[in-house]
């Protein structure tokens, strides 16, 4: 990390609280949109052959099981890392030990 970085991560401390929450919301709302973005190319691939001007109910039925696995996966990843950080400790505090 260079100098800057170092000083603009200090800076980080003093940001507006209001303006800190909307720009996590703001992230909140880009990490939705790219999941969104990945989950429709994912299914889009895997189901669709050819695009007609009807959806016929196998494609159909491939989106909504497609959606559902991507969501179930999405959630059992992110349990699973919730677990694995629980149970390692903070990599700065492995640090100070």
């Not at 999405?74 to 640090?95: A, D, G, H, M, Y």
């Amino acid at each position: 990390m260079d100098a800057s970085s170092s000083s603009s991560a200090a800076d980080l401390g003093s940001v507006d609280p209001q303006l800190q929450h909307f720009i996590e919301v703001e992230t909140q709302k880009q990490r939705f949109q790219q999941l969104v973005h990945q989950m429709t190319e994912l299914c889009w691939e895997k189901c669709m052959d050819k695009p007609g001007p009807k959806l016929d109910s196998r494609a159909e039925a491939c989106f909504v099981n497609c959606v559902e696995r991507f969501i179930d996966t999405s959630q059992f990843i992110l349990n699973r890392l919730e677990q694995t950080q629980k149970t390692k400790p903070v990599f700065s505090e492995s640090l100070s030990d």
